[in-house]
Each structure stands twice: as structure tokens, then as C-alpha cells.
């Protein structure tokens, strides 16, 4: 498909772990990221891969890649309620100078 | 300090208007960067400038023209807008075009087309 999906809903308990999934269009994108987006806001970077890594770990989030699905992933250890919101996949095709964002993921984590 | 900042925050206007949103990075980057997310949190990028030159223009309708007045600015002038305009518009800079530099977003200005 032509768009970068992502499942649009999740929700957790407090202190459960959280994976948001993504499946990026491009096999060549030569990176990937996740952004966060909270209410009322813009995006902030949380993290990224390179493409010839298939694990980065950042204090409470992992990312895992699979280049050969075209599949990403973003685990968010011991969810907290300030974790709620919107996450972003995006990847940079190579030759391209923009980011291709996925349709968002809105996470609700309750008490 | 903020690093990308865009105004207005809310814009609400009648259509057929034409109207402006500015921004402006104070991060000394050289790529700045338009996108639009619609009411279902769809990002889509608009438009790429890098050092003053349009590098990306993603088949948006002429009534969209943005303006590099210089590598810190890059504003966004909408003419004639149309109900279908309404969404939030979204500044972005970054160093370099390419790479994993970080794309630092603006707040968001809301359009509401009425």
C-alpha cells in the first residue's frame, strides 16, 4: 500500500508495557522514527534506527526492526498516564528530503 | 527559547479569504518544512526549503504559496481558502535535508475555515 499504517488505537493499564506497530512502505528508507504528539501540540522526536540496526533501546523504549517485513515497532516499558498520546512512525525514503508519516497511534493509558 | 515558532496559534476566517501563517526557527537550520494534519491526525508534508529554495512542493493547490524570506523563516500564504482548508498546519525545521537529523516541529496553527 501507498500509506505508512499503524493501528489507531491502544490502551493500556499503568505500569503495563505498550508496542505500537507500523508498517513502513519503503524497504530502502534509510531511517525510521517515532514521534509523540500530546494534545494540543506539535510532534517531538522520542527516537530513532538506522536501517542496518534492528534494535535500539532508550531508557524505557525499544524499537525493533524488520527490514524484510517492512514492520516497526515501539515498546514503551512501565506505561505512565503522561504516555497518552498520539505516536507517529515516519520514515525517510532514500533521495527523498521529507519524512512520510504514519496515520498515528493513539495510546490511553489509565490509572 | 522556543526553537520553532509559528502564528498564529488559531486562525479562524470565512471562506474565500486570503490569509498568512508565519514561522520562524531561531535553531540556525538549514531546511524548514510545511506539512498539514486533517481532522484524523493525518501529517502530510506540504512543502521543503532548504536554504531559501523550494526543494519539495507535494501537488498542494496554487492557492498555497510559502515565501523563504531567509533560512529562519518560512511562511505560508493561503489565498481564496476553502472549507476543505481547515486543518492544522505544522512548521518543521531541520539541519541538513537528509540523514537522521532531527525535524524540531512548531506548535500548530489551527485553521478553521467557516
Known amino acids: 500500500g501507498e500509506d505508512v499504517e499503524q493501528s489507531l488505537f491502544l490502551s493500556v493499564r499503568e505500569g503495563d508495557s505498550s508496542v505500537i506497530n507500523c508498517t513502513y512502505t519503503?524497504?530502502?528508507?534509510?531511517?525510521l522514527y517515532w514521534y509523540k504528539q500530546e494534545p494540543g501540540a506539535g510532534l517531538q522526536l522520542l527516537t530513532y534506527i538506522f536501517s542496518n540496526m534492528d534494535m535500539k533501546q532508550d531508557q524505557r523504549l525499544t524499537v525493533l526492526l524488520n527490514k524484510k517485513d517492512k514492520h516497526l515497532s515501539l515498546r514503551i516499558a512501565d506505561t505512565q498516564t503522561g504516555d497518552s498520546a498520539i505516536y507517529f512512525c515516519a520514515e525517510l525514503p532514500p533521495g527523498f528530503q521529507k519524512l512520510v508519516f504514519g496515520t498515528g497511534t493513539r495510546l490511553l493509558v489509565s490509572p | 527559547d522556543t526553537a520553532v515558532s509559528q502564528t498564529p496559534k488559531y486562525l479562524v476566517t470565512q471562506m474565500g479569504n486570503d490569509k498568512s501563517i508565519k514561522c520562524e526557527q531561531n535553531l540556525g537550520h538549514d531546511t524548514m518544512y510545511w506539512y498539514k494534519q486533517d481532522s484524523k491526525k493525518f501529517l502530510k508534508i506540504m512543502f521543503s526549503?532548504?536554504?531559501?529554495?523550494?526543494?519539495i512542493n507535494e501537488t498542494v493547490p496554487n492557492r498555497f504559496s510559502p515565501k523563504s524570506p531567509d533560512k529562519a523563516h518560512l511562511n505560508l500564504h493561503i489565498n481564496s481558502l476553502e472549507l476543505g482548508d481547515s486543518a492544522v498546519y505544522f512548521c518543521?525545521?531541520?539541519?541538513?535535508?537528509?540523514?537522521?537529523?532531527?525535524?524540531?516541529f512548531g506548535q500548530g496553527t489551527r485553521l478553521t475555515v467557516v
Open positions: 518543521a525545521s531541520s539541519q541538513g535535508d537528509r540523514g537522521n537529523t532531527e525535524a524540531f
Open positions: 526549503y532548504n536554504n531559501k529554495e523550494l526543494i
Open positions: 519503503d524497504s530502502s528508507s534509510t531511517y
